[in-house]
């Protein structure tokens, strides 16, 4: 069994789902009464999330691989980043890790593939739906991606960071959001909608909505992460 390595804390709402989903998963698979080997680096959100605003993505390669190493000298055997948003920087961050990296849009990608998905919604803080390394990836297997309006992106964000994160989930906040999903599902043609940021399943609870599915990209990460530590 391998050693997984979690870089958590941005946000901590969703690092714990992660946490017990790995085990919840793994001991479904798993049923002699043991858990996986997991080592957790719960970081500063705040000061990752202020480089990646500041556009300094040199610095934000340089914090993360800071981690990451301590991971590795921990003894993990693979890691990822418990989070959509610093996978802006994921390609070069898995060139210089010491340790293999598992990327939550790869991740999300294959399973749309899987579902023969061509025409996607995405929500996520702003620098996910502004940024382009979920389109980049998605392209390249022939699905488009679909992202909410400049006042919508704002309204998504300002809800993320202010109450999300923080683990406020208002049904009011929930409501708009899904507002959102109509207007791209009648306007846009979208065939599932993709929560591009991890605490965005703990609102939007629902694997379909309007014969849609609400794709939890937390929830597809760690399918491949049980992978990796059962290889």
Do not use: W
């Not at 991606?145 to 300002?158: C, G, S």
Request: with cysteine; glycine share 10%.
């Amino acid at each position: 069994m391998k050693t997984v390595g979690i870089i958590g804390g941005i946000a901590p709402e969703s690092t714990i789902v992660y946490y017990r989903s790995i085990i919840s998963g793994y001991r479904q698979i798993i049923q002699d009464g043991s858990y996986p080997s997991i080592l957790l680096n719960s970081i500063d959100m705040k000061k990752m999330l202020d480089l990646i605003g500041a556009k300094h993505y040199d610095k934000v390669i340089q914090y993360l691989l800071g981690e990451i190493e301590k991971l590795a000298r921990a003894g993990a055997d693979f890691g990822l980043l418990a989070s959509n948003t610093p996978h802006i920087v994921f390609d070069d961050l898995q060139q210089k890790s010491p340790i293999p990296l598992i990327s939550i849009v790869a991740s999300a990608c294959e399973s749309c593939m899987k579902q023969g998905l061509k025409n996607i919604g995405l929500f996520g803080t702003r620098f996910t739906m502004q940024g382009h390394f979920y389109a980049d990836i998605f392209s390249k297997s022939g699905i488009s991606l679909v992202v909410p309006d400049p006042q919508e992106q704002d309204y998504i964000h300002n809800k993320y960071i202010g109450e999300l994160v923080n683990g406020v989930f208002l049904p009011e906040t929930r409501q708009q959001l899904l507002s959102i999903v109509d207007r791209l599902i009648e306007q846009k043609g979208i065939q599932g909608m993709l929560l591009g940021g991890t605490e965005l399943p703990l609102i939007l609870t629902d694997e379909t909505y309007r014969d849609i599915p609400l794709l939890d990209t937390t929830k597809i990460h760690v399918e491949q992460i049980l992978g990796k530590i059962l290889e």
